[in-house]
């Protein structure tokens, strides 16, 4: 009996998350990137994991910044949809294949639980431990472990600030559903 409880508190937890997503989304525009968000992917990122992406599917990158992450995809040789659309808004492709904002996950997770389509998302290791994570995806997730540290290329107001050296101190999974790979863990 507590139990349901507790599930139904955190049930309605999350949609109250999910809902105050959809307000706050529905005001998207590129200019208003949250400035700690704009950390761009670095084309080895996903040259890395090039072995781990279908290329007969249509791969939606669906988060913009500035518009290079689906650059590098497509060189290679992905087909790709990189728009600069809002996510919350959208279900374009068959994969979503993507760096998301860090200030948003709660909010872009629950919207991949109703689009429930495949993905492979970049996002830093301590999102695991989260309850919101754990509500959400627990046993479903697979995981690829990247060889060295992900330093992304840092954007504030789409220039790259004085005296950063793409030197992250953050460690990141590239966390996979229903990608279907051979192992529940992959270490590069
Ligand atoms: C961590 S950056 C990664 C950008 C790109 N995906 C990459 O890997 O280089 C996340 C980006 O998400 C974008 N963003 C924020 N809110 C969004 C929304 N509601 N819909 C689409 N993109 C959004 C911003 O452009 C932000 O720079």
């Not at 599930?7 to 990137?33: H, P, Q, W």
């Not at 279908?54 to 990189?82: C, M, Q, R, T």
């Not at 279900?91 to 997770?109: A, E």
């Not at 109703?114 to 998302?121: G, N, S, V």
Request: charged content about 30%.
């Amino acid at each position: 009996m507590e139990n349901t409880f507790v599930d139904n508190v955190s049930e309605i937890k999350l949609y109250k998350i999910f809902i105050i997503s959809k307000r706050k989304m529905a005001t998207f525009t590129n200019k208003g990137f949250i400035k700690h968000d704009d950390y761009m992917t670095p084309k080895s990122a996903w040259d890395d994991i090039k072995q781990y992406i279908p290329k007969d599917k249509l791969i939606w990158e669906a988060f913009y910044g500035n518009g290079d992450s689906g650059s590098h995809l497509k060189e290679l040789g992905f087909n790709v949809i990189h728009e600069e659309v809002d996510f919350f808004e959208n279900d374009l492709g068959d994969i979503i294949v993507s760096n998301p904002p860090f200030s948003k996950v709660p909010q872009v997770l629950a919207r991949m639980v109703e689009l429930d389509k495949p993905f492979i998302m970049i996002m830093p290791s301590s999102k695991i431990n989260t309850q919101y994570f754990k509500k959400l995806f627990k046993n479903k997730i697979q995981l690829i472990i990247p060889k060295k540290r992900i330093h992304f290329e840092k954007l504030v107001d789409g220039k790259k600030p004085e005296g950063w050296r793409n030197a992250c101190n953050f460690d990141c999974f590239y966390y996979c559903y229903k990608m279907n790979l051979p192992s529940d863990i992959t270490w590069l």
